[in-house]
């Protein structure tokens, strides 16, 4: 019993200092180490640190910019996405080290210098945003306990529209009564036509969900028992595209990160290879 | 006052035969031959007589020399008594695998793969379809038996192949590195595969014009289990054939000496539980529940002998508050019963079941006596019994994942796509990845049934148990030899749709064929699109494995056997 309680601790140690992300970490810690070792070397030789802190920055931004197109090529048969992702995380998190040791201050001089340093912190800013919806979007998501794909988000809420409105149209024909449809008409209507309560959603509220009881509730005492039963289906209804606007925020925001990152990096490497050039005339 | 019932006649068995055009006077013609002829009729039931079992269970196939009977590889419900004429079977090597439609694709170079990435079509489903015209027999539908001697490979297998094939008697000798054998007139074949669902092993093909008898697994059954001379027949092709090996492989007589295991192949008893189609009723229903006529041994019964598991899946139940609660599941290998038997040998004291066995869907069993277990196994068993019972002292909750995996039947996935969705960001990476890997069209939707944080994509598990494969009648869909992938040779698909509606997860689809030009390919017959049947290949001809898998940037998505999944979880 003894023997395989130690198994077993030595196989989760194991897994949890053999695995490729220690091996990432590692070797990132390593080449840091080097690179930062012999840029103070430099300095303390009076030579100019910053080419070395510069020039290893630039490819690991390179590096890290290559990852988008990495992932663009799906079927490049050369390391698997997710060691990637790992690496861009493991190399984005550590070139902040490196950035401060080639600019050694929080905000350089100059209007070019100071775009580029501007768009760098907004690239990390962006970058650890990403990484946070990433680790926690999909949770939230699972939470929900539906899985709708994103592409079909529209045609979901139309369906259920149509749902909702014969709903409507059987009770009334069946009841004689308009009291729902112009329930319907004057205020459910809002909710069913596109997804609401976006930022609430996005922020874990129960906005949408409270919206609903209330405007449920608020009819209930001007129907028959027969239109109580529609308006439950209704209810239900309404619920699940309440799921669904959730689905469509937060999916929403795990897509749209992107768009800000991306473009932002790409500036960013512009204005890094402008520099390079401005340094390499004047400067150097 | 309304009336809320409809009447209908109580379904029985016969109502869907086998074939609609068998006549009584084939039956007739049958039952005069010495196969049928010496089969003691009185001991068939009223309502299964060998007379219905022919005209229900039974059709005359007719084929011309070349005709391919049974392929190599290929899995089948059916059992075959030939008629009139010869057949050829090929022992070995088997016949290559463009002659029996199939095809191993080869793997892409480094640049062929990354120029997927402009070369893919920007219409759905194209292809270059000047590869299917030299088969236009088969696009057509107008034949669907495949013969050896039209295919364009047919070269490959002879020597000298004769001019008009068309007029020709008797297929001429194949190479010589090919062993055959021949059959004639009154010969059984394909039985060992029709009942125990393994693949055929050899192919077979008419050497002649022959006439052959092909009988339903069913009807096979039925003979076997009334008539002596065909359950001879049958048993001891099985034995010479596949039980002895089939023992040798099982864990629990491992280090035991050969003789041992003749003498116990000798008197094992080889039984079929369930129905092969069972993929039929779970496609209507769903039904994720058990029912009595499942039920092969009840918990608190005795039993006479242990259950090697030969075939198919077996449910372990134990009974709990008004249901039965899923301990484990059986499958090729695993056995029941040991461990009461053995602890009634060991203490004299007889125990009875503590656990219920029941299919799921089909099971193929070997019943070892308990009396040659005592006397040639236990005193020397080495392994140690794991009681199925203790099992049941693990919480509901924890099982969980193996009563959703058995109730769905994921159980029967080798290669099952599991999506974390604790990890999954939703990207669809992993659909863009597969389209690329197959020139514009993904072979999988990320949609599926959820536990927990799991889902089970809608994308091929490559199933243990793969009925898809059943009734192909141009072998198109095959398992590929060399990593058990189940695939389709899009050459020789004839767009018959059998595979997509045996498909129980609903994982192959059916889709329109387009040319390079995105025109849509109709056929010359009735103007109607060609259909063919597309499903997750396992990216064969990729390098690096499934795309789908390797684009994950957040290692959601994976390739699992669910057995050692759920166990693992467990």
Redesign the interface.
């Known amino acids: 019993m003894g023997a395989k309680k130690t198994n077993i601790v030595v196989k989760k140690l194991r897994d949890i200092f053999l695995n490729i992300n220690m091996l990432f970490l590692a070797s990132t810690l390593v080449l840091y180490f080097l690179i930062l070792y012999y840029a103070y070397r430099v300095d303390l030789l009076l030579g100019r640190s910053e080419i070395i802190t510069g020039y290893s920055l630039l490819f690991v931004i390179l590096f890290l910019i290559f990852f988008n197109v990495r992932?663009r090529?799906?079927?490049?048969?050369v390391i698997?996405?997710?060691h990637?992702?790992k690496l861009h995380i493991v190399q984005g998190c550590f070139c902040i080290i490196l950035y401060f040791s080639h600019v050694k201050t929080l905000m350089p001089l100059g209007a070019n210098e100071i775009a580029l340093a501007i768009l760098f912190y907004l690239s990390v800013i962006t970058g650890l945003l990403g990484y946070f919806?990433?680790k926690t979007?999909?949770?939230r998501?699972?939470e929900s306990n539906i899985?709708i794909?994103?592409e079909k988000i529209p045609s979901v809420i139309s369906d259920v529209r149509d749902q909702v409105e014969k709903i409507i149209i059987k009770c009334a024909t069946e009841n004689n009564t308009d009291t729902l449809t112009r329930h319907y008409v004057e205020t459910l209507n809002w909710f069913f036509v596109k997804p609401r309560f976006l930022l609430n959603h996005f922020f874990g509220g129960q906005q949408g969900r409270h919206w609903v009881d209330n405007q449920t509730q608020s009819i209930q005492h001007f129907l028959n028992d027969s239109e109580k039963q529609y308006l439950i289906e209704i209810q239900k209804l309404a619920q699940y595209k309440n799921k669904i606007d959730f689905h469509y925020s937060l999916?929403s925001c795990?897509?749209a990160w992107l768009f800000l990152h991306i473009p932002i990096s790409v500036m960013m490497l512009i204005l890094v290879f402008w520099h390079l050039l401005i340094v390499n005339i004047y400067a150097i | 006052m309304f009336n809320t019932s409809v009447t209908m006649d109580r379904p029985q068995r016969w109502d869907s035969p086998f074939d609609h055009n068998m006549t009584d006077a084939q039956v007739e013609l049958l039952l005069q031959r010495p196969e049928f002829n010496l089969i003691d009729k009185s001991r068939f039931p009223s309502s299964i007589s060998l007379e219905g079992i022919l005209k229900n269970d039974c059709r005359i196939n007719r084929y011309k020399p070349g005709d391919i009977i049974v392929r190599d590889g290929d899995y089948g419900n059916s059992a075959f008594l030939l008629l009139k004429g010869k057949v050829t079977v090929v022992t070995r090597p088997g016949l290559p695998l463009e002659i029996l439609g199939r095809t191993r694709k080869k793997k892409k170079s480094?640049w062929q793969?990354?120029s997927?990435?402009w070369k893919n079509s920007p219409y759905p489903e194209a292809r270059n379809i000047s590869r299917y015209f030299d088969k236009t027999q088969i696009m057509n539908g107008l034949n669907t038996n495949s013969s050896i001697l039209n295919t364009k490979y047919s070269n490959l297998i002879f020597n000298e192949l004769p001019k008009n094939i068309d007029s020709i008697e008797s297929v001429p000798k194949l190479k010589e590195v090919y062993e055959t054998v021949t059959l004639g007139s009154g010969a059984i074949f394909g039985e060992i595969a029709a009942l125990s669902r393994v693949s055929r092993t050899a192919t077979i093909f008419a050497q002649t014009e022959s006439q052959v008898l092909e009988i339903r697994w069913q009807g096979l059954r039925e003979i076997r289990k009334y008539d002596d001379r065909w359950k001879k027949i049958i048993d001891d092709n099985f034995r010479n054939n596949l039980l002895k090996d089939t023992l040798l492989e099982n864990k629990l007589f491992k280090g035991f000496d050969e003789k041992i295991i003749e003498k116990i192949s000798k008197y094992s008893l080889f039984e079929t539980y369930g129905t092969f189609e069972w993929h039929h009723s779970f496609n209507k229903s769903n039904d994720n529940e058990t029912s009595e006529k499942d039920r092969i041994v009840q918990e608190g019964h005795y039993t006479d002998g242990v259950i090697l598991i030969a075939g198919g899946f077996g449910r372990v139940s134990k009974k709990i508050g008004n249901g039965e609660r899923t301990l484990t599941y059986l499958r090729v290998g695993d056995y029941f019963g040991l461990d009461e038997l053995y602890t009634t040998w060991k203490t004299g004291h007889e125990i009875p079941l503590e656990t219920s066995l029941t299919t799921l869907g089909y099971l193929h069993t070997i019943r070892v006596p308990a009396h040659i277990l005592e006397q040639y196994i236990f005193p020397d068993l080495k392994i140690k019994s794991s009681r199925l019972s203790d099992i049941a002292e693990r919480s509901l909750a924890e099982d969980t994942l193996l009563e959703w995996a058995v109730g769905h039947r994921y159980i029967n996935g080798t290669q099952t796509m599991l999506i974390n969705?604790?990890?999954?960001?939703?990207?669809?990476?992993c659909v863009?990845?597969c389209s690329?890997?197959h020139n514009g069209n993904p072979r999988f939707i990320?949609?599926g049934y959820?536990h927990g944080?799991q889902?089970v994509a809608n994308s091929c598990m490559h199933c243990i148990d793969p009925v898809c494969m059943i009734g192909c009648p141009t072998g198109a869909i095959h398992r590929n030899h060399d990593d058990g992938a189940v695939v389709i040779n899009d050459d020789t698909c004839i767009g018959c749709s059998t595979c997509a509606n045996s498909c129980p997860y609903k994982n192959i689809k059916m889709v329109q064929i387009r040319d390079d030009n995105g025109r849509v390919l109709l056929s010359s017959n009735n103007n109607q699109p060609i259909m063919k049947a597309t499903k997750c290949d396992l990216c064969q001809d990729?390098?690096?494995g499934p795309?789908c898998?390797?684009?994950?940037?957040?290692?959601?998505l994976e390739r699992v056997d669910f057995h050692n999944y759920v166990h693992w979880e467990s």
């Not at chain 1, 090529?73 to 048969?77: E, Q």
């Not at chain 2, 969705?421 to 990476?429: A, G, S």
């Not at chain 2, 898998?549 to 959601?556: G, K, N, W």
């Open positions: 992932k090529l799906t079927v490049l048969p698997k996405v997710s990637w992702t919806f990433n979007i999909p949770r998501l699972t899985e794909i994103y999916q795990s897509k | 480094f793969q990354i997927q990435i969705l604790d990890k999954c960001v939703r990207c669809d990476d863009r990845a690329d890997a990320r949609e959820v944080a889902m990729q390098m690096g795309a898998v390797r684009a994950c940037p957040h290692d959601a």
